[in-house]
């Protein structure tokens, strides 16, 4: 049996199926990005493991789906009592596998990963409908746990979006294999342990460590799963749903994005300052960025200098400093991509008035924050996802040609707009193509509001009675009155 020790956290590098750590043959090297030191071998699974993990869910599930509402929602809350008292350990893991701030898990990624369990274990009671009558019939929707739930997730806030999806299909009485990223594995091995200590039965949450081309292909294209809820990127979204499509099972993908902020100039302007600098947290490395910054021209030169001159304060350093805003990026490859992004961008032709290199002071896998502005129209910066900390400035004259640039993408995750006129902001939020419009905010989020994307940005909509809808097989069942007689006539 495998483990490691991470900043004093022993973590198991095995899989977690059918309640067992399971070990493999193969193994991957996982490596901090916050200083590229090698943390460990983790298992590397294969069909195999995925076989064994898809078998355990499906020998698990007609008990779990039958287990009272009330008993399922109590394990779930015990599962979020075991997160919140393991907080520490969770963060400063995930911190040293992914360098994200350990101050923002401490405060607000850990407590909503317990969340994701207590909101879903709470909706799911509220979720029947009420019994109608239809030409005195009387007419049941139900919902049905589907079966077995596979769940693919990204490194760039792993635990957080994991629990987002294994909350709702374990609260809806799916079971559920769990392919976490290779680049961040850890935390999925934590989250194992506290299942188990919750109480939650051998099976009904497994998890496979293992790269995408070999675990993930397998997971998704596994005839024995239900539904499959992915978040990545967009390219492998298309060998997921390629390979998810032999089997006819339901997709529910979140994506990537090239998000804009539109700032007019009667905006606030501190505030739309803030939101733009914002934009830099994670490095970048956030589905939601707004990384595409549209600008009124009347204010362009006043709004790019003091975006700048805030931008320079932001601190860049190790994760688990407290003052740190932005820190490393998560590998050597992701950093050669950004990087190389930035210079195609410079050949073609647009100036950079910050950053625009790897932060030579830290070495590693720190990127500058970088802003960019005299981008071409229609030129790779503008229109691919970058996830580095990494934002280009356009201008607009007017309303419509703001519209027309915030929409001019294959993505449509979300938009956010910074405007004073509440009129503007009924049209234009209106007239932007996301699935999430953010007006003089950024960030806000419910559990119980859909959230996905339009367009490239995803499939479908989780949150609140959304991700019920997905994870679970909806009846219609309608009750004849006793005694009651087909009328022919009356069949439609
Ligand atoms: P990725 O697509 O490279 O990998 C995502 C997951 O898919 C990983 O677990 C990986 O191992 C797995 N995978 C890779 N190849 C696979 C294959 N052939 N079959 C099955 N699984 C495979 O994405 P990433 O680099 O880990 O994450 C960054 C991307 O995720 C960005 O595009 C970002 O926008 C997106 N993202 C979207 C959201 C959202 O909610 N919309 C949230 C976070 C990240």
Redesign the pocket.
């Known amino acids: 049996m495998g483990a490691i020790e991470v900043a004093g956290v022993t973590v198991q590098t095995d899989h977690w199926i059918d309640g067992h750590r399971v070990p493999s043959a193969e193994t991957f090297t996982d490596i901090s990005p916050v200083d590229e030191v090698e943390l460990g071998r983790i298992a590397a699974g294969g069909a195999p493991e995925v076989d064994a993990a898809v078998e355990a869910a499906r020998r698990a599930f007609p008990e779990w789906a039958a287990l009272p509402i009330d008993e399922r929602a109590a394990v779930l809350h015990r599962i979020a009592d075991g997160i919140e008292a393991r907080v520490e350990d969770l963060a400063i893991v995930e911190t040293t596998d992914n360098g994200s701030l350990l101050r923002s898990h401490r405060r607000g990624v850990m407590p909503r990963c317990a969340m994701n369990f207590r909101y879903f274990a709470d909706a799911v009671r509220e979720l029947a409908h009420p019994d109608r009558e239809i030409r005195g019939h009387r007419q049941r929707i139900s919902y049905q746990p589907a079966g077995v739930a596979a769940i693919?997730?990204?490194?760039?806030?792993p635990l957080m979006?994991a629990t987002w999806r294994i909350g709702p299909a374990l609260a809806s009485g799916n079971c559920v294999v769990l392919?976490?990223?290779?680049?961040a594995p850890l935390t999925a091995s934590l989250l194992a342990d506290i299942t188990a200590e919750a109480g939650l039965p051998p099976g009904v949450f497994n998890v496979v460590q293992g790269?995408?081309?070999e675990a993930?292909?397998a997971?998704?294209a596994h005839p024995g799963i239900n539904r499959l809820a992915?978040?990545?990127?967009?390219p492998?979204a298309g060998?997921?749903a390629t390979?998810a499509a032999r089997n006819i099972v339901p997709l529910s993908f979140?994506?990537?994005?090239k998000s804009p902020l539109l700032v007019f100039a009667d905006a606030d302007f501190e505030l739309a300052v803030t939101l733009a600098v914002e934009q830099f947290d994670n490095s970048g490395q956030v589905?939601l960025g707004a990384f595409r910054i549209l600008v009124e021209e009347s204010i362009a030169e006043d709004f790019l200098a003091a975006v700048v001159d805030k931008a320079r304060g932001i601190i860049q350093g190790d994760p688990r400093d407290e003052e740190t805003d932005i820190s490393c990026l998560i590998s050597r490859p992701h950093f050669d991509k950004v990087s190389a992004f930035v210079d195609r961008a410079t050949s073609a032709g647009a100036s950079v008035v910050l950053g625009g290199t790897p932060n030579t002071e830290l070495g590693h896998l720190y990127y500058s924050p970088t802003i960019l502005v005299d981008a071409e129209p229609g030129s790779e910066i503008l229109t691919e996802?970058v996830?580095g900390p990494v934002l280009t400035v356009q201008t607009f004259r007017t309303e419509d040609e703001a519209v027309r640039m915030a929409n001019d993408t294959r993505f449509g995750?979300a938009a956010t707009l910074v405007t004073g006129d509440r009129d503007r902001a009924e049209r234009v939020s209106s007239a932007l193509s996301a699935g999430t419009v953010w007006v003089n905010c950024f960030f806000v989020r419910d559990l119980g509001a859909p959230f996905g994307?339009n367009g490239k940005?995803?499939i479908g909509r989780e949150g609140g009675v959304w991700s019920f809808d997905f994870y679970s097989d909806i009846q219609n069942t309608v009750f004849a009155p006793q005694g009651w007689r087909q009328d022919p006539s009356q069949q439609s």
């Open positions: 693919i997730t990204p490194w760039n806030a979006l392919k976490p990223p290779e680049w790269t995408g081309p993930g292909a997971l998704s992915f978040t990545g990127s967009v492998t060998t997921v390979a979140e994506l990537g994005g589905c996802e996830f995750l994307g940005s995803g």
